[in-house]
């Protein structure tokens, strides 16, 4: 073993490597070296060499669970405003489809969004991430969507990268300039799409403030015809594609993401198995957003039985918006997983680390703990990878570290 290099082994840890086949890659006692922001080396702790090289710190970790960062791969929480009243508005019967139509909805948070500077959105904003990190999130995807004119997107979208460098952690940021058509382009939504790919698209492009581009597919949003077009767009600007598909309804948009090589298509409540089939040939993970569907009252599962027979790889996300997920965690969004969604803690934990990257472009350098990959780890007050998703708001993060250095 050539331990040149290392600066830090964390030992004697029960570590939820994510790699191999165990279950949870699950090393216990484990131990993980950083050589600098990468993991050098993880394996059991009785292979660790006698004496570890002059001026690595050594750490004990008495047996505390150690897993990769967390990764919450699709958020917009970059927002002003409150959505409090149209709360109250759906426990008295209106749906979210409904408020949406009568003008509240994304339209109602744009309307905010657009009157607050950039200093207010980012203070909001660094609020809401920070609760994120709190639980162990060290890379969040932050969309925009709630500009919708090219001045906004853009203040959006430079806020969302100042979250990363306040908190120290990766962001990734994504333009959702297709998110709804804004009121000035009320009945006109193809000549919003025109301006989305003319001006907005290659404006974001140029300025390097977009890692991706997606749209919301849907009755009340955009057809998709109109999708094509903003992908078609973004792919010529060499931007990567993913899609908010088959939320409310099938519109086969979680096909048309896959034929775009998407990154990921998310929600998918509604998808079929045409889908979910073109999915699995693309590559194109599937996100599931178990808050959304908690909070709108959602009763159409996603097709996770499905998803499985086509082995397509489930990532899990908070979806932190204002209007249908407002809820800052993503360890609930774990335990909702399961208990809604019927699926396993391991995969769970599977799809906030190593299948999150992937629905980010990152698979090769985050998700698991493996030689090679960032160190980006969190120890926490638990012992078993399962106690992070089968009890809420009790393990916490100990220590965290984003490319090999405590977060301070
Ligand atoms: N689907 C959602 O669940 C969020 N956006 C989207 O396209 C909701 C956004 C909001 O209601 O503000
Ligand atoms: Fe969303």
Request: aromatic content about 4%; hydrophobic content about 45%.
């Amino acid at each position: 073993m050539d331990t040149s290099g290392w600066t830090r082994v964390i030992r004697n840890a029960s570590v939820a490597s994510g790699a191999g086949s165990a279950a949870y890659g699950l090393i216990a006692p484990g131990a993980v070296a950083i050589a600098g922001e990468h993991i050098a080396w993880a394996g059991p702790d009785a292979e660790l060499p006698a004496r570890p090289p002059a001026g690595a710190r050594v750490e004990d970790a008495k047996g505390a669970l150690l897993t990769p960062g967390l990764i919450d791969c699709h958020t917009h929480l970059v927002w002003a405003g409150s959505r409090h009243r149209e709360f109250e508005q759906r426990l008295a019967g209106a749906s979210y489809a409904d408020i949406a139509k009568a003008g509240g909805g994304i339209a109602s948070t744009v309307k905010a969004t657009r009157a607050a500077n950039e200093d207010k959105l980012l203070a909001l904003a660094v609020k809401r991430a920070s609760r994120l990190v709190a639980e162990g999130v060290t890379t969040i995807e932050i969309k925009s969507g709630y500009g919708l004119d090219l001045a906004n997107e853009l203040k959006l979208l430079r806020a969302a990268r100042a979250v990363g460098e306040r908190l120290g952690i990766t962001v990734r940021t994504t333009l959702l300039a297709a998110h709804a058509v804004p009121p000035e382009y009320q009945g006109r939504a193809d000549d919003y799409i025109r301006c989305v790919c003319d001006e907005i698209l290659p404006a974001a492009a140029a300025a390097g403030l977009a890692d991706a581009v997606d749209a919301f597919c849907e009755t009340i949003a955009f057809t998709p015809a109109q999708v094509e077009r903003v992908f078609t767009r973004a792919r010529e600007l060499g931007l990567a594609v993913k899609l908010h598909a088959e939320q409310l309804s099938n519109q086969h948009g979680a096909a048309l993401a896959a034929r775009h090589n998407a990154l990921s298509a998310d929600h998918l409540e509604h998808v079929d198995e045409a889908g979910v089939r073109a999915m699995a040939a693309s590559g194109t993970v599937a996100v599931l957003l178990p808050a959304a569907f908690y909070f709108l009252r959602e009763t159409q599962l996603p097709p996770i039985e499905l998803l499985h027979r086509h082995r397509v790889p489930i990532a899990i996300a908070s979806d932190l918006n204002p209007g249908s997920a407002p809820i800052a965690s993503l360890l609930l969004n774990l335990n909702m997983a399961c208990t809604l969604f019927r699926m396993t803690p391991e995969e769970t934990l599977a799809g906030v680390t190593r299948h999150a990257a992937a629905a980010l472009g990152l698979a090769a350098e985050r998700g698991s703990i493996e030689a090679g990959k960032i160190a980006d780890l969190v120890l926490w007050d638990a012992e078993h990878p399962a106690e992070l998703v089968a009890q809420y708001g009790m393990a916490r993060p100990t220590r965290i570290l984003r490319s090999g250095k405590d977060l301070s």
